[in-house]
């Protein structure tokens, strides 16, 4: 049999079996939650894993993102794993090039590079009811695996603008997530489409270089003022060598940053007193009235992602850029026609659009036990997981980063951290047990996901006076967590198989008694007690 540490020894481009190679755990994705789950089964001693991951190295988004400008937007301190401290940042908001370095210098420290076979591009991950095995298709071959977990990230797959005629287009056109480094701007006229997390870090950055920018603006964000400064070498020095002072500046960064959860879950009211922050950085940042009224958005602070910048303001008043309210009509050879008629001669498009993140191409090559795909599952019934891990028709695969488990104000790796502590705990349990298939109960999924959603009807999400991506086809919002982080790292804290229907493998004989803590079955469903 070949393990999964003799898949990933060896040479990549050598890989193309006629067999399945069989693994305990197949892991999907290797940014900041794939790479975690694999230290994780590391430091818990499982080593017959693997991960398959489409790129050429780990980082996800931080290694795909890498257009002009890129940055994080959440404290450096409290964008790692607790596990892994970084004492090395360079400021207090890291950029894109110095987390994709901490996380590859995170795969070299704790050897798990040689479990992961890159440029490896999933195909299709079907659930086989005869062997109670997942038999997945990749680019480098196939796996058939016990358990597979998703580690596929919500902004990974870059949604394109349905625009007529954009196909048309002569010149240079790229999505932000999918740069091309080869295209030089300087002195050319170029538009933006999209004014969101990516776009106003874009502009900024490009503007300077170009002839002309026009920015294409469908709704106006609010920002705030962006509290970013390179660390001195006394902070520097602390954060190496002061015992807990790295800890303690971690802990003080999520205590404040989760006291935004009040506003924004628990009364929205009080989301008042950040819109007056960031009204305040407007008014001091665009003196005209005419260009302030563009960029004063119509919803309240919250309801659709809060960005930062200081000098997102000060670019759109460059001579050299526009920005333009009026909807895009279509797209020609040479420019972009908005809805008043206007011709704008271009020679590049940049796409700052966005991401499929209810409506993701994976779900499509994901097919369940009754052999219709995940995106089929969620367009009937929304997109619907418990605890953002496990989905009921899809036994023994688990999810990081599933349906409500993303933030609109702190870190993403406190989420991933806690739910590897329950995926992790699942696969101890599925192996001390002797499970062979273990699936969410429906009734299970239905209720949390009624929880759910109960509690974020009064958020700011919901009643903010916005579109946004965090809804949707069904106008849920199926992205976001309504409560504190500590409150779900706490219902994650341990795997809960009562939740769970189950079948055990067959007994193996032996000399030895039958174990004293053997735990109570979990009670039928109708379907399992006529069987």
């Known amino acids: ?15 193309a079996p006629s067999q399945a190679k069989q693994v305990d755990v197949l892991i999907i994705g290797s940014g900041f939650s794939g790479l975690g789950a694999a230290i994780k089964l590391t430091q818990a001693g499982k080593n017959n894993y693997v991960v398959i991951e489409r790129g050429a190295d780990v980082g996800g988004t931080w290694r795909d993102n890498t257009y002009p400008g890129a940055a994080c937007d959440v404290p450096s301190h409290l964008y790692s794993y607790s596990f892994a401290l970084n004492p090395e940042w360079s400021r207090s908001f890291s950029r894109q090039a110095e987390i994709q370095d901490y996380l590859e210098q995170t795969a070299r420290r704790y050897d798990v ?14 659930w086989n009811s005869q062997t109670q095995r997942w038999d997945v298709q ?13 580690a596929v990230g919500a902004l990974c797959e870059p ?4 625009i007529a005629g954009i196909e048309d287009f002569t010149g240079e ?4 997530a999918r740069w091309n480094h080869d295209s030089d701007l300087t002195g050319k006229r170029v538009a933006v489409i999209g004014t969101g997390a990516s776009g106003i870090q874009i ?4 503007a300077p270089q170009v002839a002309h920018m026009d920015v294409y603006q469908r709704t106006a964000p609010w920002i705030l003022p962006r509290f970013d400064r390179e660390y001195t070498r006394v902070e520097r020095f602390a954060f190496r060598h002061v015992p807990g002072f790295q800890k303690l500046s971690r802990g003080l960064i999520y205590a404040m940053r989760e006291t935004q959860v009040v506003a924004l879950a628990k009364d929205p009211r009080l989301t008042r007193i950040l819109q007056r922050v960031a009204s305040k950085h407007m008014a001091q940042q665009v003196p005209d009235a005419e260009l302030r009224k563009k960029v004063t958005p119509t919803w309240r602070i919250g309801c659709k992602r809060m960005l930062i910048s200081n000098n997102w303001y000060p670019a759109l008043q460059r001579d050299n850029v526009d920005l333009v309210t009026d909807g895009i009509d279509k797209v020609t050879s040479n420019a972009v026609v908005t809805k008043d008629g206007t011709v704008r001669e271009v020679d590049a498009i940049v796409v700052a659009t ?3 993140v209810t409506d993701s191409p994976t779900y499509e090559t994901i097919v369940g036990a009754d052999g219709r795909t995940l995106a089929e599952h969620f367009a009937e019934r929304g997109m619907q997981a418990y605890k953002g891990s496990a989905v009921t028709g899809f036994p023994n695969m688990f999810f990081l980063v599933g349906p409500n488990t993303g933030l609109g104000h702190t870190s993403m790796v ?26 969410v109960r429906p009734e299970v999924q239905q209720e949390y996901n009624a929880m759910l959603q109960r509690k974020l009807d009064p958020t700011v999400w919901m009643r903010g006076g916005c579109a946004s991506w965090y809804l949707d086809a069904h106008g849920n919002n199926t992205t976001l967590w309504p409560d504190f982080t500590f409150a779900f790292r706490k219902a994650t804290k341990s795997f809960d198989l009562d939740a769970y229907r189950y079948t055990r493998r067959a007994a193996v004989s032996s000399t030895a008694g039958p174990s004293t803590a053997a735990p109570a079955q979990p009670v039928p469903t109708a379907e399992e007690a006529s069987a």
């Not at 590079?113 to 079907?126: I, N, T, W």
């Not at 502009?203 to 490009?206: H, I």
Request: hydrophobic letters at 45%.
């Open 113 to 126: 590079l040689d479990k992961h076979v890159f440029g490896c591009e999933m195909e299709s991950a079907r």
């Open 414 to 439: 406190y989420m991933i951290e806690s739910q590897l502590s329950y995926v992790l705990d699942a696969v101890d349990t599925v192996a001390r047990e002797r499970i062979a298939t273990v699936e």
């Open 173 to 176: 056109i790229f999505h932000s």
């Open 138 to 150: 990749t680019s480098k071959g196939r796996w058939s695996a016990a358990t597979v977990i998703s």
């Open 1 to 15: 049999m070949t393990t999964a540490t003799d898949a990933a020894a060896t040479p990549a481009q050598d890989r």
């Open 203 to 206: 502009v900024p950055a490009v």
């Open 354 to 356: 966005g991401f499929h």
């Open 159 to 162: 949604a394109l603008p349905n």
